[in-house]
């Protein structure tokens, strides 16, 4: 499973010119599934993004964790991030998840940082801004948007983790 993680000041997907996800500050993230991934991967590339300390502190550091910033997800399925240029020019998928299983996997991947954000936004009051996930549509052809902040950008790949 590969994460590629951008945090962002602002980004948003559209599918057949409608905008079905946005978020402002927070991360935009392209998942990456193969047949292979398994949920317990899937938790493993959740905590370990949902727990990256990539945001400013007030002195400037990269010390503060997504929900210390009340950042939000944005999560776009991405079986690209499985291509193979070894060979020729042009890519093959076949190390890429069929459909089924990545549909699955990254339908899990929403609901846990769902549950992730309504614990988040359980006891805050109206003055603080909601964690927000918001997803594009698994399969479709969309438009994806962001400003990159930094820019910064980090890939998660549970074979490194």
């Not at 590339?45 to 964790?65: P, V, W």
């Not at 776009?76 to 069929?98: E, H, I, M, W």
């Not at 549909?103 to 801004?129: F, G, H, L, S, T």
Request: proline residues 2%; negative net charge.
């Amino acid at each position: 499973m590969k994460f590629i993680i951008q945090r962002v000041e602002k980004a948003s997907v559209e599918v057949e010119g409608e905008v079905i996800g946005k978020v402002d500050k927070g991360f935009f993230v392209l998942i990456g599934v193969c047949n292979e991934d398994t949920k317990e991967t899937a938790d493993k590339l959740i905590k370990k993004m949902l727990g990256l300390r990539i945001f400013a502190d007030a002195e400037g550091k990269t010390n503060l964790s997504l929900a210390d910033v009340r950042g939000s997800l944005l999560l776009v399925s991405q079986f690209t991030l499985y291509a193979d240029c070894k060979k020729g020019n042009r890519p093959s998928f076949v190390k890429a998840g069929s459909p089924e299983h990545a549909e699955e996997i990254y339908d899990y991947i929403v609901d846990r940082c769902n549950n992730w954000a309504d614990e988040q936004n359980k006891d805050i009051d109206n003055e603080v801004d909601i964690i927000y996930i918001g997803t594009g549509s698994f399969g479709a052809d969309m438009r994806c948007s962001i400003i990159n902040d930094g820019p910064f950008t980090i890939e998660l790949n549970s074979e490194e983790l």
